[in-house]
Structures are given as structure tokens and as C-alpha cells.
């Protein structure tokens, strides 16, 4: 593999496909859907062989907190790692803030670049890293590569790139296809010259630079001028996909076919196809008792799940929502999401469990006027200092000790102690001690939402 090459993820997306699991405060890519590590860690997993530790991180800075976390705890310093949008443009936008920093930390124009979705699963690792030295191949001959993925059904979600020429173990691009009806995308399968657009891209800094000179030379300025001068026009700039923007329009595009296990999890049924199902066609996730039950996903967070005589069901609960659709329909989650936007319900976009950089929260209970949360704090980690516009709290220390700022004073709080923090006062929670500190935290005010936070200090 090139020892030069670089990675950037597309870490910003924050649909609800996988609502009420994915919420746009923790979308799916934060998410141990199979297994025990997040999408987002399995992408670091991935590229990492291919590149070492030149990977950075495009995302909102909603995400910055759970990116870094993540990317700890799977060996990744987080210095440098994150390239933040001040708002989400999609992917067109994000790579070029990518092209802007690379510039800036003078990474020469022959450099490639390796640009990858954060939220996807590849099951044979081997392969991929085929595919991407064969898309070096496609580079060195100044190509912008797309990786199209070898289908295995007839998909109406997928965009799909017909192939043409071949050209080694690449091949020339001849069109970029939208989403099609079933009978056409059985054509397009049973034609095999058709792959499905996964969203993976790979060039060298200077050709996708020139491309976007070429098609979007507003944008290309902005990139050559470097990372502030672009984020200062961020929210200006067109809302468009790489495809659509660069990739579509380009004469130099080749396509590397992908077969690796791909798959995006963009659905309940997704998942369950993808899943390790017992002998009776039963996904079961979590405390699940199903009884003869067939052919279902049942998917647990905590409390017990008693299930009877249910078959080809999707059933998968929270802590604040219990969403429940005969299999083969979860794409109509987005139906709900709109109706839950639509009402302005907090279940549509609040988790009630996230991590973050010193830890971690689970909310236990949320009213009128009050809202109760279960707060981890690992030994040695503080949150920022701080202070809140609408809401006062009153913490009380179920497990170890806790170092408390308040105002100009500073104190410890133990096991069963409390501290009362006040509306607009300045305050951090520290945890001293060697092992994680516990705390109940009950949140009093008009408007209890995470947004209302002043942070002074991180």
C-alpha cells in the first residue's frame, strides 16, 4: 500500500433510518449495531492498515465530543484528527474542506487521498484492501476513483455506475444512474455491467482539486485560498453530493468494483439480513425471551423483552420509544421520523443514553420542568467548566468522589453528599479518583435541552 496515502471520514450524517436506536444526537454511525464496536470504529479499524494514523474526521461539532471518544478507544490520538463543519453541506462541502487542510499542512498535489462513509460495514477486509490498490493504479493515472459495489439482489435504494472499458482491474465510468424502479434495477443486475454506488472515492489531492476548478470554481478558489478562508464561507456554499457536484460531470472517472460483504445497515431490514440469526430465522439482541417466534429481529436496551408466537416482525426498543413494523417495511421508520419532527417530539432526535470525551449519561427520567440523568465520570476526567441559561441542578454522588468548581469556590463531595448548582453559575465536575465517579443529576428549568450550555473552558 502506498505509504503516502491519507484517509478522510464522513463522519456528519444524522439520519434517523435506524430510529428509535439512531437519533440525530447519536445518528448510527456512533452505534455498536453487531458487535461490541461502533460503525464509526470499524471504518478506523479498516483504514488503518491502509494508512496508519493519517486519518482525519469530517463532521459537525455536535460530534466532536463522541468522535474523539471513540477514536481513543480504539488506539487513535485524537490531535489533529477532526476537521469540523460549522454546518452540514453535504459531501461536496466536506471534501473540499478536506482538500483545504491537506493544503494547509502541505501535502503535496500527488498525495491520495481515500475517502470513505463512516457508517459502513465490510466484511472482508482482504478485499477492500485489494480494491483500494487497484484505485491507486486508477490515480497514478490521473483518475478520480469511485468504488462500485458488486450487487447481490436487484436494490431499489442505491444509486447505481454503469461500467465500461476495462482497464486492468479498474474500468472506465460510463454513466451515474439514480435510484431506480424494481424492474429496471433487475435489468441493471442481470446485465452485470452495472455496480452499485457506495460513496467511496479515491484520488490524488491535486485531480480532484483541478475538478473542482473545473465544475465548481467558486469552491476551488475557496480550497486553494486554505481550511479558514473556506470555513468563513461554509454556510454560503451549495448544498451538494461529490456526485453531483464533481464526480457526474468529470471525464476522468474510474470505477474499481467492490466485492467485500458491503453494506451500509441504512435499514431494520438491512440489519437483519446482516445479522447472526438463530435456528429459527430469529435476530435477538439484548435481555430477549422469544417463544416460538420466526424470522424476526427482536433488539433490546436493558429491560427484559417477553416475546410469543410473533414471525417475520421487527421489534426494537429503547428506553424512550418502542418501534414495531412487520419485516420488509422499515423503510416507512421515515414516516415516523417526519411525524415526530412534525410534533416537535424530543424522541425524534434526543438519545437517552450517549459517551463522550470524560465519560458517559443515561437519562432515567424526563418531565415538565425536570429532567434526571445518570452521570459516569472516568478517573481523572473533568466535563468543561460551564454554566446554563435555564436550568439549575442538583448533584448527588452515588459512587466515589467529586471534585466540584463553583463560582470562586472549589470542593469535594463524597458518597451520598450533594452540591446544588444555580442558574448562570459558573461551575466543572472532576473526578479525582481512580475509579469512575457516579452521580445522580437532577436538572430543574423551562428548557432542558444539551444546547443550553455556555462552555468557558473545556
Known sequence: MSES???VILAGGGGTRLWPLSREEVPKQFLALSGTESLLQGTFRRLRPLCGDRIRVVAGERWDSQILHQARQVGLDGEGLLLTEPVGRNTAPAIALALAASFDEGLDEATPLLVCPSDHVIDDERA?????????????DGRLVT?????????????????????????????????????RAKS???????????????????????????????????????REALLAAFADLPALSIDVAVMERADNVAVVPLDAGWTDLGSW??????????????????????????????RGDGRLIAASDLEDLLVVDTADALFIAPRGSSQKVRDIAESLRAQGRRELWQASESSRHWGDYRIL??????????????????????????RSEHWIVVKGTAKVVQEDREFFIHEGQSAFIGKHQLHRLSNP??????????????YLGEDDIVRVDR
Not at 431490514?269 to 439482541?285: F, I, P, Q, W
Request: hydrophobic residues 40%; negative net charge; glycine residues 12%.
Open 128 to 140: 477492500f484492501a485489494d480494491a483500494v490498490e487497484a484505485g491507486l493504479e486508477a490515480c497514478g
Open 365 to 390: 427520567y424526563e418531565g415538565e420542568g425536570v429532567k434526571i440523568k445518570r452521570i459516569r465520570v472516568l478517573p481523572g476526567k473533568s466535563l468543561s467548566l460551564q454554566y446554563h441559561h435555564h
Open 433 to 446: 479518583g481512580k475509579l469512575p465517579l457516579e452521580i445522580i443529576e437532577v436538572q430543574n428549568g423551562p
Open 147 to 183: 468504488f462500485g459495489i458488486v450487487p447481490d439482489a436487484p436494490e431499489t435504494g442505491f444509486g447505481y455506475i454503469r461500467s465500461g472499458e476495462r482497464r486492468g482491474k479498474w474500468r472506465e465510468v460510463s454513466a451515474f444512474v439514480e435510484k431506480p424502479d424494481a424492474e
Open 269 to 298: 431490514d438491512a440489519l437483519y439480513e446482516h445479522g447472526d440469526k438463530d435456528e429459527r430465522g430469529n435476530l435477538l439482541v439484548g435481555d430477549v425471551l422469544a417463544r416460538d417466534c420466526r424470522n424476526c429481529l427482536i
Open 5 to 7: 496515502l491519507h484517509a
Open 188 to 226: 441493471y443486475v442481470d446485465s452485470g455491467e452495472y455496480l452499485w454506488n457506495g460513496g467511496i472515492f479515491l484520488f490524488r489531492l491535486g485531480d480532484m482539486a483541478a475538478a473542482f476548478d473545473r465544475h465548481l470554481p467558486d469552491l476551488g478558489v475557496l480550497i486553494r485560498r486554505g
